[in-house]
């Protein structure tokens, strides 16, 4: 056994996490800012962060993550990191020439009170940044909320230091996809342009972070949303930020900052949340919607009811990221499978609480749910009583094979498996790949379990 | 070129400067050329070309110094050092991460030590499991003590482990938690082991001060607490071998053959048992000389049994190793089964070595890792028959490069003299010199070295060029230039410089293969090294048009 310990004794535990569903902010303002074009990423911290950052990330999408650090000693923890930064900006812009540096803060540097701005004033000051170069910001102290926090606070400072409106609006839509994959944004940006929609998406990490082998390295891929894109983003007709926890910050923000109408809503995860966004792109850019995205929901429709005999009633278990697992959870009951573990380590409120408990208010049967809550505590629930899938990231992996459950791979970090940075899980199409992956692991069971007499050549 | 005021450093002729067809001064100002003044100044200093004069002398190379910010190193902190690289891979020992989420997480099983947990009678492994404070703003602001107590409770509440340790992170060390208090009234009220660690990431320069801190720790509040002695003849510890892989494994099972006794293991494949045992052995076999050195120094100091370098990487150096171990117990039935074993183990690898050698024979590597694999794995390299044009530690000490008879001459600067150095004297009941003088003598005059490590840059080539620390915009000019055929360090460097076309060897994580180590593990790299060097893959990078842009005039069908 690999979780060996793990005993279905359930004790209230107020200080001790077990087996986090979560990780710090930093890691989320680090791939948020990959997803800048031109843009290195900067970690004001010790140069343990960044080397975790930017490992853990590579892991996931076997490409290069490029950041730097501040590097921190024990005086700058003592005098303060602005020496530290300020030598960094001087050293990134003249070594790798990036066009603009993104640094987000951490447990460290906001321990000891470093202000940002007016270190990269004192960079600016002293003449570190070339004309025409950017250095901009985040705060995101490791000690509140999760990755997603820092997602979501990065995004939302594409917002404060670059969108701009001169009161002129441009048919274009602000598009927010929230703390998913390259492969997602790249699925959401090819709907709306379906849809004969020009968009501006920020941030995008597709072809950073899913690029090609051409036998050249390109320290700064294609991809990225552009500073002018994020300039012209202030004068779109409206903003769609995908994900309340990762991408609402920056909607609003926007909305507040150049009077872009915002709506929040779920990721488009699933034929319903796809309905909603679909529908919400065609009010707000006043298009019909073209004959090819019925045919792809057509298309969904269809399969469902195809394989509806394999999912109805199926227990599941999801571990994940907050906006992915209401989503996904949504998804699941919508194919009358029953979702009825539901942990986020994020800490991403009662609202969200409550949005979940709506989610699964016609399962039946008793559906717990804990957020903010780690895979211990939802390993010792399957103890006590078992699900017929998992779904979570590769660590839930230790829970599947001891408990020999089928398992499906979703959400941050994979680190085991290929595709989630190539083939989307958003969309249409993308409800059909989960539909894929999740029939898969149920009928590998069903062909494994199944006795000499019973096994079946047509399901 | 820096010189230390009590060592002449060899200087470069023409003849020592010429590296696979290029001038290596000039390929050494083409790294710095672009820096700002300052950094160059500093990178001079740690990029060397190296040279051996008829002594045996290598140049100064400054090293274990601050890493440059913006600058882009390979380095982590002193946290990954001292509880991702030393205590991590101990199974059944609860390590609580005290402080934010990431570093307990980022640290969860990702360095892939292999354990065997039922090869302890209670079969504890929290291996698997990653415990942490999950510190939160409050506690930020009025202390983290309380919870982290309430957390040692509840660790011991669910788990009932034999030893907890915690681990102190950045902000621990900020706001004044006093880790080592609180274990210490855990300890009393449970009635377990409970020792903290103080290793906040910005200690140091590198992990290297989180190996040190590991040391520091593991010594004061494990080594010697059990003074049972165990069965078994030639009683040994092999010390800096984490097990990555399975190379302990391979190890464990030549000592097995050869009838060695194997006490502990730090840490690979390790229980904390064997560490409260390890001052009963008669030897220490030191692997990773820069993350393992302290303790063995301690252990000699304080319980008299002396350390010995060896390698389990290369099978020449695998044999070699095994036959300094027979030198040094003296005995003639392990000196004859060690030589049985070398002879019934070498040739095949030899064999598989000269398989795959016309595939592998003048390909050309280059080596940025580690504290001590830049250098072991050269000898794989070299059965292999393939050249190091150039190699690096990512945290080592000039002793790691020079050999440690650079020890007196190395200056202590601020960021080391923070780390503490441990005072220990002989124990007054349980020192026992192993040796005696004379023996000691005697295996001297034989040309055996105790307590020696002659480091990495005697064994290179003339005028390869020797890269401390190296930076990311170093590692591209590196490729660019040279164009090697393979290239090892860490998984932040991997696909960067697959980008290139050029296959990245991870040696941490070994790309998820292994063991390497020993006889087995021998043949495994060779066949890793064919695999990766002559993948088909790297044939295929331009697409037909873009290798024959030109349109043609002639159709299939005409």
Redesign the interface.
């Known amino acids: 056994m690999?979780?060996?310990?793990t005993t279905p004794d359930i004790?209230e535990?107020?200080?001790?996490?077990?087996?986090?569903a979560?990780?710090?902010q930093?890691?989320g303002a680090m791939y948020a800012s990959l997803g800048v074009h031109g843009c290195l990423p900067?970690s004001h911290?010790?140069?343990?962060?960044y080397?975790?950052?930017?490992?853990?990330l590579?892991?996931h999408y076997?490409?290069?993550?490029?950041?730097?650090?501040?590097?921190?000693?024990?005086?700058?923890?003592v005098f303060g990191g602005q020496a530290?930064?300020v030598?960094?900006?001087?050293?990134?812009f003249?070594?790798?020439e990036p066009d603009v540096i993104a640094v987000h803060t951490?447990?460290?540097s906001e321990?000891?009170g470093d202000d940002i701005p007016q270190i990269i004033n004192k960079a600016a000051s002293d003449g570190r940044i070339p004309d025409g170069k950017y250095v901009f910001h985040a705060n995101t102290?490791?000690?509140?909320g999760?990755h997603v926090t820092g997602f979501a606070n990065m995004t939302k400072a594409m917002v404060d230091y670059f969108a701009e409106t001169d009161g002129h609006k441009k048919k274009a839509l602000n598009l927010i996809p929230g703390y998913v994959e390259p492969a997602d944004m790249t699925e959401i940006r090819r709907l709306a342009s379906e849809m004969n929609i020009a968009s501006i998406m920020f941030p995008d990490t597709s072809r950073v972070l899913n690029?090609p082998?051409?036998?050249?390295?390109?320290?700064f891929p294609q991809g990225g949303v552009t500073i002018d894109q994020l300039k012209g983003s202030g004068s779109s007709t409206g903003t769609i930020a995908l994900g309340a926890i990762a991408s609402a910050p920056a909607g609003l923000a926007m909305d507040s900052k150049c009077k872009v109408p915002c709506q929040v809503l779920n990721l488009p995860i699933g034929l319903l949340d796809t309905d909603l966004f679909i529908d919400a792109m065609r009010r707000m850019a006043g298009v019909n919607v073209p004959e090819s995205i019925d045919l792809e929901r057509g298309q969904l429709v269809d399969a469902i009811s195809d394989w509806h005999p394999y999912l109805q009633g199926k227990r599941v278990g999801i571990v994940g990221d907050p906006d992915q697992l209401l989503a996904m959870t949504r998804f699941l009951a919508s194919l009358d499978m029953h979702p009825v573990y539901l942990v986020t380590?994020s800490p991403a409120g009662k609202k969200f609480e409550a949005q979940l408990r709506q989610a699964v208010a016609e399962v039946p049967g008793d559906v717990r749910i804990k957020v903010p809550g780690d895979m211990?505590l939802f390993h010792q629930w399957l103890k006590n009583e078992p699900v017929d899938l998992l779904i979570g990231n590769t660590?839930a992996k230790?829970i599947a094979r001891d408990e020999d459950i089928p398992f499906v791979r979703y959400g941050f970090p994979i680190f085991d498996r290929m595709g989630h940075s190539y083939f989307s899980s958003m969309g249409y199409r993308g409800a059909l790949r989960l539909l894929e992956k999740m029939l898969d692991a149920l009928l590998d069971r069903k062909d494994r379990d199944s006795s000499d007499i019973e096994f079946e050549l047509v399901l | 070129m820096a010189t230390a005021a009590n060592k002449k450093d060899p200087t470069c002729e023409d003849d020592c400067c010429e590296l696979d067809g290029l001038d290596v001064r000039t390929v050494k100002k083409k790294l710095i050329e672009k820096y700002p003044p300052k950094v160059a100044r500093k990178r001079d200093k740690q990029i060397v070309v190296n040279r051996i004069d008829p002594e045996g002398r290598v140049p100064t190379i400054q090293s274990n110094v601050r890493t440059v910010p913006g600058l882009i190193s390979q380095r982590g902190c002193c946290y990954a050092g001292c509880k991702g690289v030393v205590l991590g891979p101990t199974r059944d020992i609860i390590n609580i991460t005290h402080g934010p989420v990431g570093c307990g997480f980022y640290s969860w099983l990702t360095r892939r030590n292999q354990t065997d947990p039922d090869s302890s009678p209670d079969g504890h492994n929290f291996m698997t499991y990653c415990f942490t404070t999950d510190m939160q703003d409050e506690e930020i602001i009025f202390g983290g003590e309380k919870k982290l107590k309430q957390a040692i409770q509840e660790a011991y509440d669910n788990f009932h482990p034999k030893a907890i340790a915690v681990f102190a992170t950045c902000p621990v060390g900020l706001i004044g938690d006093d880790v080592h208090s609180v274990c210490r009234e855990m300890k009393k009220k449970l009635g377990i082991n409970v020792f903290g660690f103080s290793c906040e990431g910005y200690k140091g320069v590198s992990q290297s001060a989180g190996h040190h801190i590991a040391n520091n720790g593991i010594f004061t509040h494990v080594v010697g607490t059990d003074d049972t002695v165990r069965d078994g003849e030639f009683k040994i510890n092999l010390l800096g071998e984490y097990n990555i892989g399975g190379d302990a494994f391979e190890i464990e099972r030549i000592f097995e053959a050869c009838g060695l006794t194997l006490v502990s293991t730090f840490s690979g494949n390790s229980s904390i048992d064997q560490f409260a045992n390890a001052h009963t052995a008669d030897l220490n076999l030191i692997m990773c000389h820069r993350s393992i050195n302290y303790v063995a120094e301690m252990m000699e100091t304080k319980f008299g049994l002396p350390w010995i370098k060896v390698n389990f990487i290369g099978a020449e150096a695998t044999a070699k190793s095994l036959r300094k171990i027979a030198q040094y117990f003296g005995d003639d039935g392990l000196t004859q089964r060690v030589e049985a074993i070398i002879a019934a183990e070498l040739p095949p690898v030899q064999a598989a070595a000269a398989e795959i050698r016309p595939r592998t024979e003048g390909k050309r590597a280059m080596l940025f890792v580690g504290g001590s694999r830049a250098h072991h794995y050269q000898e794989l390299f070299a059965e292999l028959g393939m050249k190091t044009l150039s190699a690096g530690y990512e945290f080592a000490h000039r002793d790691d490069y020079e050999g440690r008879e650079v020890l007196p001459a190395i200056k202590v600067d601020a960021d080391s003299r923070n780390i503490e150095e441990l005072e220990i004297h002989p124990d007054d009941t349980r020192f026992n010199p192993r040796k005696s003088d004379a023996q000691i003598a005697a295996l001297n005059g034989k040309g055996f070295k105790f307590a020696d490590y002659e480091g990495m840059m005697p064994e290179m080539a003339q005028g390869a060029l020797v890269i401390d620390d190296i930076s990311q915009w170093e590692t591209e000019r590196m490729i660019a230039l040279f164009k090697p055929d393979i290239f090892c360090a860490g998984i932040k460097e991997k696909y960067a410089v697959q980008k290139h076309g050029i296959p990245l060897k991870q040696l941490h994580s070994y790309d998820y293969g292994g063991p390497y180590a020993g006889f087995t593990g021998a043949v495994n790299f060779y066949k890793e090294i064919d695999r990766m060097v002559n993948s088909r893959i790297w044939r295929y990078l331009k697409s037909p048009w873009q290798q024959n842009p030109e349109l043609a005039a002639k159709y299939a069908f005409e």
């Open positions: 690999l979780l060996r310990h004790k535990r107020k200080a001790l996490m077990v087996n986090p979560k990780t710090c930093p890691i900067h911290g010790s140069q343990g962060c080397a975790y950052h930017r490992s853990a590579t892991r076997k490409e290069p993550v490029m950041a730097a650090t501040s590097a921190f000693t024990e005086g700058a923890s530290n930064l030598q960094a900006i001087d050293n990134i003249t070594v790798y951490t447990c460290l321990t000891i102290p490791s000690y509140v999760s690029g082998l051409t036998g050249k390295f390109k320290m380590g211990f660590y230790y």
